[in-house]
């Protein structure tokens, strides 16, 4: 047989290779020389492959940067990364008010917000914008906020990409007045967010948010102790980490839709809560400094999932405060009693604070994060201080997660991770001596505990930190390490000098084990071997002289910053590049320049060293080849279709590789592997009967192996459906054909399941002495091998028994992380397990009937709002006028750009407030081309609304004379529901009869009969009647 690159042609090869994963893309390279010259000559290829190397994102495909150019970029800013080769170095001089205060280098308070405009008010500051990440630490800035004179805010984040600005107002009254042992908290102590517009400077609320002001308060109190420790915002959440006086809090919000998903504190925990830290935004991880185990000489790093608060067991203390214990990860045994262990937890940011983001950006998965074990030892007079930083990367954690979860293992303690298991391989150890105040500490030091600042050390798969060289054990290294080691053995490209003053580093990659012998703290030697590069910063502002050793180091994406505190006098405008200057000083101090050149007794110096130039600002060609749906209609011959292909390239200006030409070839004679390949990838069965039709070979592959496995239909706890499950637990490959699972959930009408034909049950019969428990078990096993169902539909009668609650809730989770999912169909509402519905946002169709509960609306309308691609929409019924007046008035708020179909429950009843709701929301939709609005409404839309009307079948007449009334002319090509009397009769005339293809009349008077049969002379496309 011949090699498959002289078989087929070069264009359909790249088609192929297009649908390949990264993995089995670098797999094809190794194959033989000529597929590698074709992928690394093929630009999109290349790219693909260098994107995933680097676990970075593209954050602009559709720009004016061509695909050549971005590639080009992205393989030189590697290189620069490893030698810190910076194109461009900066410095700005930033005034402190106050330089004597510990700011511990979270100085943004003076770039974000700016007190010299008029009246001494300070105001939101655009310069801070600019920078990639910013420390949300300690601050105390005044700001109005909704009427209130001079709000005292304590801590902010941001997320340019959403306008949002989060602040955070500390509540702790002073109530030393009462007694020592009294912790109840009586005066509401706690703290405020508010979630404001970034474009208002703070002074609009946002929004998007169902609430704008987030209040809790603590569960307990002690006034002189309490503190907010951390403010983290995510995509979808906002978590903030405080400590009460007593114990210690996290509070978890969906901040769109205000609700609070986690609310958990120490004292019910029964551990400590030191270190606190996100892995997605329902998941975290928490440090605990509580000793455990046989000796009292084990901490835990646990793992969470925040599900939204429940009360149906109060009990159960992971229920009332809305999370899910998943594992816990045990740390290397301390030495002793007199070791004194703090912890936190530190990883990049998870939004951007620019509003026009780099090029790239790091993937959800590219991520590190530093476990710091802080360790006091020694006893009072000779006391010493040392960190231990451990890093490890996200997507080791949640393979750990994976192999350990928790779901299959039923209630009880989580399980515990050994540290044999976890550390050894996935981490790296590091150790960070911090000198004594006899030795010379500064203030900071002594305040924060770590060289390091609070936030902005970590970018990705990167870290600048000050730490030893865990090889040698030698004197402390400012140095950047990057964790991410896909590229060793790729040769870095050749790139422009430096400027004058910077020398290149040089990147040492280090794979073999590091030992680390520190018996003061571990009881053994502790041994790691995540692979990792370094490279070594030579001018660290940590150790410059006469700068008195006060200084941290920063990163992101593009930048590395040196941060220097110094007692000199400055000008701040003098101090700003050219290259910056016509950017950054209107947006620094919107006055006059005398304005602008103030001096300062303390100031921070930034050392900025930028990887990337600033893009020219001419026109790009588009060089991106576009890979557009082709229609599944199937082409004997490939000739045409290579023709098209070639049009396509000329149209996009896709640069040709040269190592293969192209020689159109007959279907039939491409191997039968290729084609069993291609037809895995389709999914409807039509499409494939189109295939099967075309020649005998695609037949005898799609027919019985793809098509008979497409579709499912069977009471899942049925005996036959038990044998169907064990048969795809075995066959995991049958499980993945799977697209479309109809699950009927009741005893009726058994004998219209349809299961594949070659599939023959079992004739042990042992389904019969199994359990429901056992059978559910079985179910979601078998469920969880299919890898890409498409459509998903519940049925069940109301007499039926259901799964149980536990099952469901499974079932549930499983369904809501199905990435290929488009269609979700329940006959019951009731059956619904919603702790993650607002997870499923590629949803195309949501199809919810039946009884509805009224909790589970807050998560239904979650989902709403994040369904970006939500075509179909069945609202379910409601219980009663109270609930259907809340639903309508969440519901006129939601705005689903691509929903072309609506259909509102009969059985819901609607007040006139209800009704008043619901036609704003349909009016805020022009996409509607088919509605069914079956519930009687007297209230008509605007003139101006739905002007893509087609399709008005199922509809109360009522609610279609209304339409009809008001309109001429519709392009309707459906219309249903109308009552023809004499008094309405003309209403069929205001639709247009040349478009009308379907006409269903619910009522016709006997006296209409005769002028409707001469009305029908008009429409001359009507097929249905």
């Known amino acids: 047989m011949k090699p498959l690159q002289e078989l087929l042609p070069m264009e359909l090869l790249v088609m192929i290779f297009r649908q390949l994963s990264v993995k089995n893309l670098l797999r094809v390279t190794s194959t033989c020389k000529k597929l590698y010259s074709l992928v690394m000559e093929t630009v999109e290829l290349r790219y693909m492959i260098e994107l995933a190397i680097g676990d970075l994102c593209d954050n602009s495909p559709s720009s004016a940067i061509g695909l050549q150019e971005r590639l080009r970029l992205l393989l030189e800013r590697r290189t620069r990364w490893r030698s810190l080769s910076h194109r461009v170095h900066t410095a700005i001089i930033c005034p402190l008010q106050d330089h004597g205060r510990p700011y511990g280098f979270d100085f943004f308070r003076d770039l974000l917000f700016d007190d010299t405009v008029s009246g001494n008010k300070e105001s939101f500051n655009p310069l801070a914008v600019v920078l990639d990440q910013i420390p949300t630490g300690k601050y ?6 909704d009427g209130r004179e001079n709000v005292r805010l304590e801590k902010f984040a941001i997320d340019a990409s959403q306008d949002l600005l989060v602040l955070l107002e500390e509540n702790f009254p002073d109530t030393s007045h009462l007694m020592w042992d009294d912790n109840d908290n009586v005066h509401g102590a706690g703290f405020t967010i508010y979630l404001r517009t970034l474009s208002s400077r703070g002074q609009r609320a946002h929004p998007a948010c169902a609430n704008p002001v987030l209040v809790y308060e603590f569960p307990t109190y002690f006034w002189d102790e309490a503190t907010v420790k951390s403010l983290t915002l995510t995509r979808n959440t906002v978590g903030v980490h405080a400590y009460d006086g007593v114990a210690d809090c996290i509070a978890i919000w969906d901040w769109q839709e205000g609700e609070l998903k986690a609310d958990m504190n120490s004292r019910d925990a029964g551990f400590s809560l030191a270190g606190f830290c996100f892995l997605t935004p329902t998941e975290f991880i928490v440090i605990s400094n509580t000793r455990t185990g046989r000796h009292n000489d084990t901490m835990y790093l646990h793992m969470f999932i925040a ?3 429940r009360f149906q067991d109060t009990s159960n203390w992971e229920d009332d405060a809305g999370v899910v214990h998943v594992v816990r990860f045990a740390f290397p045994s301390l030495s002793g009693e007199d070791v004194y262990m703090t912890s936190h937890v530190y990883t990049g940011p998870f939004v951007s604070t620019r509003q026009d983001p780099a090029l790239f950006s790091p993937a959800l998965a590219a991520r590190i994060y530093a476990l710091r074990l802080r360790a006091c030892y020694g006893g009072e007079s000779q006391q010493q201080k040392t960190n231990c930083i451990l890093f490890i990367h996200l997507r080791d954690l949640a393979k750990l997660v994976m192999k350990y979860d928790v779901m299959d293992s039923g209630k ?17 150890l590091f150790v960070q001596d911090l000198p004594s105040k006899e030795q010379g500490a500064y203030y900071r030091l002594d305040w924060t505990g770590t060289y390091e600042p609070s936030q902005g050390w970590i970018h990705g798969t990167r870290a600048v930190c000050t730490v030893a060289d865990p090889r040698t054990q030698g004197p402390l290294v400012t140095q950047v390490l990057d964790f991410n080691t896909r590229d060793r053995g790729r040769g870095p490209v050749p790139i422009p000098a430096v400027p004058d003053g910077c020398t290149p580093a040089e990147a040492l990659l280090v794979t073999e084990a590091t030992t680390v012998h520190r018996p003061e703290i571990f009881k053994e030697p502790i041994t790691t071997r995540l692979p990792y590069y370094t490279a070594y910063v030579r001018d660290s502002p940590l150790f410059v002289k006469d700068h008195h050793g006060l200084g941290a180091m920063m990163l992101d994406g593009e930048r590395l910053y040196g941060l220097t505190e110094h007692y000199s006098q400055a000008m701040f405008a003098v101090a700003l590049s050219c290259m910056c200057m016509g950017t950054l000083t209107g947006l620094l101090h919107p006055g006059t320049r005398s304005s602008v050149q103030q001096t300062a007794t303390g100031s921070f110096l930034i050392e900025v060293c930028k990887e990337t130039n600033f893009l020219d600002d001419h026109d790009w060609n588009v060089t991106l080849f576009r890979t557009d749906t082709i229609s599944t209609t199937v082409i004997p011959s490939l000739y045409s279709f290579f023709s098209l292909l070639r049009e396509a390239h000329s149209t996009f200006h896709v640069p040709r590789p040269t190592s293969m030409e ?29 295939l099967a039709s075309t020649c005998t070979t695609c037949r005898d592959i799609v027919i019985p192996r793809h098509l008979d496995w497409r579709y499912i239909c069977i009471y899942p706890l049925s005996d036959r459906a038990i044998s169907l499950w064990k048969h795809l637990i075995d066959r995991p490959h049958l499980a993945s054909y799977v697209r479309t699972l109809f699950l009927k959930l009741d005893y009726v009408n058994a004998g219209n399941d349809h299961i594949p034909a070659t599939f023959s049950p079992a004739e042990d019969r042992a389904e019969e002495d199994m359990s429901n428990e056992e059978k559910e078990a079985l179910f979601l096993r078998a469920f969880r091998s299919m890898s890409r169902p498409h459509r998903i539909e519940m049925d069940r009668a109301y007499h039926s ?3 149980t609650e536990d099952t469901q809730g499974k079932l549930w989770s499983v369904i809501s992380r199905l990435p290929t999912l488009d269609h979700l169909s329940v006959a019951n509402g009731s059956d619904m397990q919603c702790d993650h ?8 169709t949501v199809q919810i009937e039946g009884i509805f509960l009224d909790q589970k609306w807050d998560s239904f309308h979650s989902l709403l709002r994040r369904c970006s691609n939500l075509q179909d929409l069945y609202l379910p019924c409601l219980n009663n006028n109270l609930e259907g007046d809340l639903v309508a008035f969440k519901l006129s708020d939601c705005r689903i750009p691509t929903l072309k179909r609506l259909v509102l429950s009969q059985s819901s009843v609607y007040t006139s407030a209800a009704m008043q709701y619901l036609s704003r929301f349909v009016e805020a939709h022009p996409s509607i081309e088919n509605l069914s609005w079956r519930s009687p409404s007297s209230r008509t839309l605007r003139d101006d609304a739905l002007p893509r009307l087609k399709v008005l079948e199922d509809c109360h007449p009522l609610f279609v004379e209304r339409i009809l009334e008001e309109r001429r002319y519709l392009p309707l090509e459906a219309l249903g529901g109308i009552r023809v009397t004499s008094s309405n009769l003309a209403l069929l005339g205001r639709v247009n009869p040349k478009t009308l293809r379907k006409l269903q009349i619910e009522l016709i008077h006997p006296k209409c009969s005769h002028a409707l049969q001469r009305n029908f002379r008009d429409y001359s496309i009507l097929e249905s009647l």
């Open 412 to 428: 009880g303690e989580p399980p515990v991770v050994p540290w044999r298991e976890w550390g050894p391989d996935h981490t790296r």
């Open 837 to 844: 519905l607002d997870m499923m946002a590629e949803l195309k």
């Open 801 to 803: 028994p259901m799964f």
């Open 307 to 309: 599900v939204g608060r």
């Open 662 to 690: 192209a020689t159109p070839r007959a279907l039939f004679t491409l191997p039968s592997e290729l084609v069993d390949h291609v037809t895995f990838f389709i999914d409807t069965c039509a499409d494939l009967v189109s």
């Open 140 to 145: 105390k800035l005044s700001l109005s906020i």
